[in-house]
C-alpha cells in the first residue's frame, strides 16, 4: 500500500522560507516521478514543482515557483523535499505531493497515481 505523508507546513510571514517533507512508503521509491502541487479553495490543484526518477537530475518548475523554490529527493531517505524562500502571501495553499511510474513529471495532477493529505502553508504579510 502506497502512503505519502507531508509534513513542514505551517504559518509564516512572507519573505520567510519553509522547507516540505514527503515520506514514501510501499513503492519502490526510486524508480517514481514525484511532484508537489498547491490547492487553494475554489481553484484547481496546481502544479508546482516535479523530479525525474533515479537520480533526480532533472527537475520542472512552474513560472511563479522558478528561483524560489527548489525539489530534491532523497532516495535513501525515501524522502521528497520541496525547499521554498521569499514565500509571499500568494503561496498561501494545501501542497500535496505525488508520485506516478511514468518516465517524465506530469504536469497535470490528473496524471499522477499515487497522493499525500496534505501540508497547510500559510504566509501572512
Known amino acids: 500500500q502506497v502512503q505519502l505523508v507531508e509534513s513542514g507546513g505551517g504559518l509564516v510571514q512572507a519573505g520567510d522560507s519553509l522547507r516540505l517533507s514527503c515520506a514514501a512508503s510501499?513503492?519502490?521509491?526510486?524508480?517514481?516521478?514525484l511532484g508537489w502541487f498547491r490547492q487553494v479553495p475554489g481553484k484547481d490543484r496546481e502544479f508546482v514543482a516535479g523530479?525525474?526518477?533515479?537520480?533526480?537530475?532533472?527537475?520542472t518548475y512552474a513560472d511563479f515557483a522558478k528561483g524560489r523554490f527548489t525539489i530534491s529527493r532523497d532516495n535513501a531517505k525515501l524522502t521528497l523535499y520541496l525547499q521554498m524562500n521569499t514565500l509571499k502571501p500568494e503561496d498561501t495553499a494545501v501542497y500535496y505531493c505525488?508520485?506516478?511510474?511514468?518516465?517524465?513529471?506530469?504536469?497535470?495532477?490528473?496524471?499522477?497515481?499515487?497522493w499525500g493529505q496534505g501540508t497547510q502553508v500559510t504566509v501572512s504579510s
Open positions: 505525488a508520485a506516478d511510474r511514468k518516465t517524465v513529471p506530469p504536469t497535470s495532477a490528473t496524471e499522477y497515481a499515487y
Open positions: 510501499g513503492l519502490s521509491f526510486s524508480g517514481y516521478v
Open positions: 523530479i525525474n526518477r533515479w537520480s533526480g537530475a532533472s527537475t
